[in-house]
């Protein structure tokens, strides 16, 4: 019972913070999001799979990827509410996700989660991780850069551990992941960057175009992209 209060205590700290950052730009959020999964992450996702959004936030992700089977994965209570139809919600830590069997997930999205993390609690992550990734199961993810955006990364306050794209894949290789791709510097670190205030279509060009794609990623570029496979 002590451990079931402290997820719902945990929560609900982060239902209040979810609701202060981003509750002013979900729409937007939602628009950026599937146009990021139409021309970006569908690569990544054969639309068979089953896909488990890790910390899923609003589900903007999760809702706008296509995938056979769908799970949204977060401490906040509200990703039931925002979780659309055909997505599966569950309240629960990335530490320890009991409800997830071993070996039964295909695809697994983790955005901007291990920088609120301690370092013990990334490895639990990254072990649970491996255990319901399926065979050759893939693990996408896109986390701020350090190197990148250290002037900025403080700025929010349960940002725990400062985090490379270095360190990253070195905490993955020793457990056990193959670093298939890494993109040092992807997307800009907050949708509330110059990007944002682009036309939609300047995102689609920023991610199909490789000439522009390389100059603004250089430029804006504040977080990487991950690609890993499960390593047996």
């Given amino acids: 019972m002590k451990t079931i209060s402290r997820v719902k205590q945990k929560g609900e700290i982060v239902k209040k913070i979810y609701e202060n950052r981003f509750s002013k730009t979900i729409l937007f959020r939602n628009e950026i999001y599937k146009i990021l999964c139409d021309n970006f992450f569908q690569k990544y996702v054969p639309r068979n799979s089953v896909v488990l959004d890790v910390g899923a936030g609003y589900c903007e992700f999760i809702n706008n990827i296509k995938a056979k089977t769908k799970i949204a994965l977060d401490l906040n209570p509200d990703v039931k509410k925002f979780a659309r ?5 569950i309240i629960s830590s990335c530490t320890s996700m ?3 069997k071993s070996n039964s997930v295909g695809v697994i999205f ?3 989660l291990f920088e609120h993390l301690t370092k013990q609690e990334i ?3 990254i072990k649970e991780i491996y255990r319901v990734l399926g065979n050759k199961g893939r693990l996408l993810v896109l986390q701020p850069n350090i190197r ?3 002037k900025d990364y403080w700025m929010f306050f349960d940002h725990i551990t400062p985090i ?9 290789r020793t457990n056990n992941f193959k670093i298939v791709r890494c993109k040092p510097k992807f997307l800009p670190y907050t ?3 110059r990007l944002s205030n682009l036309p939609s279509f300047f995102l689609k060009l920023y991610l199909k175009v490789p000439i522009l794609s390389g100059i603004m990623q250089k430029i804006l570029g504040k977080q990487a992209f991950i690609f890993a496979i499960k390593d047996i």
């Fill in 85 to 89: 139809e055909g997505v599966t919600p």
């Fill in 98 to 100: 009991k409800k997830i």
């Fill in 123 to 125: 490895v639990k992550t």
């Fill in 110 to 112: 983790v955005n901007n």
């Fill in 148 to 150: 990148y955006c250290y």
């Fill in 164 to 172: 490379d794209d270095r360190g990253l894949c070195e905490v993955l």
């Fill in 191 to 193: 949708t509330k960057s």
